[in-house]
């Protein structure tokens, strides 16, 4: 009999414990943006250092800004911002 009241109690006092709930996996932070530093051997240098980006989710070149009269390799580029704004995390 007491070895049944026992089996009980742990019973009871075990049901009443909680399961600890898994952490969140947090995600890693990235820089999608890579600024472009240099260009590359044999290409004229850009106006000005970081003005083109990598896009590292879409693999593009990009502006990081909008300047006026830049040279066309350049001009063309679509902005960074932009493409952010329509291909989101």
Request: glycine fraction near 6%; charged fraction near 20%.
């Amino acid at each position: 009999m007491k070895t049944l009241s026992l089996l009980l109690l742990f019973l009871a006092v075990g049901c009443n414990r909680t399961v600890p709930k898994p952490c969140p996996t947090a995600r890693m932070p990235y820089q999608r943006f890579i600024p472009v530093t240099q260009g590359p051997a044999g290409v004229p240098d850009m106006p000005w250092a970081a003005l083109v980006a990598l896009d590292t989710k879409t693999g593009t070149l990009c502006r990081t800004v909008e300047v006026e009269k830049l040279p066309d390799r350049f001009a063309n580029l679509p902005l960074c911002g932009q493409i952010a704004l329509d291909s989101p995390d």
